[in-house]
Structure formats: structure tokens, C-alpha cells
């Protein structure tokens, strides 16, 4: 099993910045893709970007240009920093994880999300 929590959600300006963290936690083998993902008031969730565990990384063309996906594997957190930041960008922004477990000699890959953070974008 695995957890994660973000933090770093709030207010800020068109055209300003702002930086996403989420942490895992838990009893699991390792951690594979991670990433975040948003959704927007009566819209669908939708990618912002993914990294692997080697750090090769993703985006939306939203979003292309103007965040940054690192990741820390001895940490098990990911962030997600955001720049230039458009009212378009204002939406609940959620963790996701591929996390392996092992069990009786056996292998289990499940996704966990964690529980969002509201990022508000005036303009």
C-alpha cells in the first residue's frame, strides 16, 4: 500500500509561479511513473506530465514550456513546478503514482492518487 500527499496548492497571479509537491509513503517494492494530473471545475482530469524512475519526463502541450517535473527516487516525492501561470491553469492538481508491491514471491503494480490540491490562477 501507498499514500501520497501533496502540498503547495493556494492563490496566485496570472503570469506567476508556483511549485506542487507530493510525497510517498508506505510499505511497497518501488515506484515507477509518477506525475500529476488536473481537473478543472465540470471538465474531465486530464495529464500535466509524467516522469519514469529514470527521470524521462512528458507533458501536455498545455502546459509544454512552462513546468517542470523532477522527481527525488531516495525521497519518493515528485514535484511539479509551474511557471507563467494562466487563469486556464486554475484546477485541482492530483498526484499519481505506479507503485510495485511484492508479495509471496509475487509482483503487483497498482496506481494510487493522492487527495489534490486546489491551485487557483486569478487574472
Known amino acids: 500500500q501507498a499514500q501520497l500527499v501533496e502540498s503547495g496548492g493556494g492563490l496566485v497571479q496570472a503570469g506567476g509561479s508556483l511549485r506542487l509537491s507530493c510525497a510517498a509513503s508506505g510499505s511497497f517494492f518501488k515506484i515507477n511513473a509518477m506525475g500529476w494530473y488536473r481537473q478543472a471545475p465540470g471538465k474531465q482530469r486530464e495529464l500535466v506530465g509524467t516522469?519514469?524512475?529514470?527521470?524521462?519526463?512528458n507533458y501536455a502541450d498545455s502546459v509544454k514550456g512552462r513546468c517542470t517535473i523532477s522527481r527525488d527516487n531516495a525521497k519518493n516525492t515528485v514535484s511539479l513546478q509551474m511557471n507563467s501561470l494562466k487563469a486556464e491553469d486554475t484546477a485541482v492538481y492530483y498526484c499519481?503514482?505506479?507503485?510495485?508491491?511484492?508479495?509471496?514471491?509475487?509482483?503487483?503494480?497498482?496506481?494510487?492518487w493522492g487527495q489534490g490540491t486546489q491551485v487557483t490562477v486569478s487574472s
Open positions: 516522469t519514469t524512475n529514470s527521470g524521462i519526463t
Open positions: 499519481n503514482a505506479h507503485v510495485t508491491r511484492r508479495s509471496g514471491g509475487y509482483y503487483f503494480t497498482n496506481e494510487y
